[in-house]
């Protein structure tokens, strides 16, 4: 079993910059293949970004390419998502996930473990 919480959401107005945080526990991090989605009112949760265990691998959704940047800390066992330049349309739910196959890419059925989730929202 993995847990995972995330931390970091809150209140921005447009342009402005959020960092979230996923922390890890029950398996060895460096071996899970982590992702984040995010699912707004009324819509599908979608696919934002994922990245390998080793953090050479990533991944971006063309909505969020050049604007959000996935990093993860194997010896912290700490996912991370910095945003930066948001729009209102990026407010939404946004979920930590972590897969033990390492051929989990951008479908949400690849992945084992989810968090509860943090909301963020931006005003414009």
């Known amino acids: 079993q993995v847990q995972l919480v995330e931390s970091g959401g809150g209140l921005v107005q447009a342009g402005g910059s959020l960092r979230l945080s996923c922390a890890a526990s029950?398996?060895?991090?460096?071996?899970?293949?982590m992702a984040w989605f995010r699912q707004a009112p009324g819509k599908e949760r979608e696919f934002v970004t994922m990245?390998?265990?080793?953090?050479?691998?990533?991944s971006y959704d063309d909505s969020v390419k050049g604007r959000f940047t996935i990093s993860r800390d194997n010896a912290k066992d700490t996912l991370y998502l910095q945003m930066n330049s948001l729009k209102p349309e990026d407010t939404a739910v946004y979920y930590c996930?972590?897969?033990?196959?390492?051929?989990?890419?951008?479908?949400?059925?690849?992945?084992?473990?989810w968090g509860k989730g943090t909301q963020v929202t931006v005003s414009s």
């Open positions: 996930a972590a897969s033990q196959s390492v051929a989990a890419f951008k479908s949400r059925w690849e992945y084992d473990y």
């Open positions: 990245i390998g265990w080793s953090g050479e691998v990533t």
């Open positions: 029950g398996r060895t991090f460096s071996s899970l293949v």
